[in-house]
C-alpha cells in the first residue's frame, strides 16, 4: 500500500520539470493566455493522453494556441517543448495565430481535384491576397485546405465559417466571400 501511495505521488508531481509546481505560478500568471493554459491544464492534466485535448481545449478558448503558452504545458504535461511543438506544427488544425473573422476551407480531395479545386484554390489564393494556413491582411478570412467535405458528387467544394457549399466555381466563391463581408457590414 505504501509503495503505491509513493508511487502516487510521484507521478502526480509531473517530475523534476515542473509539473504542479509549474502549474500553480502558470494560473496566478498576468498573461491571458498562460492563465487560460493553466486553467485548461488544470483540469486535463491527469488525463491519459491529455496533450492533444489540452491543446484543442487552448485552441477553443483563445482561438490559437499562443507560442507562450508552450513552456507551460510542457512543464505541467512533463513533456519537452519541442515535444509539444511538435504536435502543434505537425497538426494543421492547430493555430499559433489568431484565425480570421471568417474561415474559408477549400477541398483538396481528389474528387474535388478532379473537377476544378486547383483552379478554384488559385482563385482564392488571389481573391483573398493569401496561401492556405494563412489569414488576409485585414484579418477578415483565413485560408485552409481541408482533405473531404463528403461532397464528392458535388464536386468542387468549399466550407465557409462552418457551412458547406458544393459546385463551387470561381464567381460563386466571389458571391459567397462578398455574401460573408455583406453579413460583416450589418452586424
Known amino acids: 500500500m505504501r509503495q503505491r501511495e509513493a508511487k502516487s505521488d510521484l507521478s502526480s508531481s509531473g517530475g523534476a520539470r515542473g509539473g504542479d509546481l509549474a502549474l ?4 496566478s500568471s498576468a498573461s491571458v493566455s498562460i492563465a487560460t493554459a493553466a486553467r485548461v491544464l488544470a483540469r486535463r492534466k491527469d488525463q491519459p493522453g491529455a496533450l492533444l485535448p489540452v ?3 487552448i485552441q477553443d478558448a483563445l482561438g490559437c494556441i499562443p ?5 507551460t504545458v510542457a512543464a505541467a504535461l512533463n ?3 519541442a515535444e509539444v511543438h511538435g504536435v502543434i506544427t ?3 488544425h492547430f493555430r499559433s495565430a489568431p484565425a480570421g473573422r471568417h474561415t474559408l476551407e477549400v477541398c483538396r480531395a481528389e474528387s474535388c481535384q478532379a473537377l ?5 484554390a488559385e482563385h482564392a489564393r488571389g481573391r483573398l491576397g493569401c496561401d492556405f494556413h494563412a489569414t488576409t491582411g485585414d484579418g477578415a478570412f483565413s485560408l485552409e485546405p481541408v482533405y473531404c467535405l463528403g461532397l464528392c458528387a458535388q464536386s468542387p467544394a468549399v466550407m465557409l465559417d462552418g457551412r458547406p457549399h458544393a459546385r463551387v466555381t470561381p464567381d460563386k466563391l466571389d458571391r459567397l466571400l462578398q455574401a460573408a463581408r455583406d453579413q460583416e457590414a450589418v452586424q
Do not use: K, M, N
Open 24 to 27: 500553480a505560478d502558470a494560473q
Open 55 to 57: 491543446l484543442h481545449d
Open 67 to 71: 507560442p507562450e503558452t508552450v513552456p
Open 79 to 81: 513533456l519537452s517543448r
Open 90 to 92: 505537425f497538426y494543421p
Open 116 to 120: 476544378g479545386a486547383e483552379r478554384l
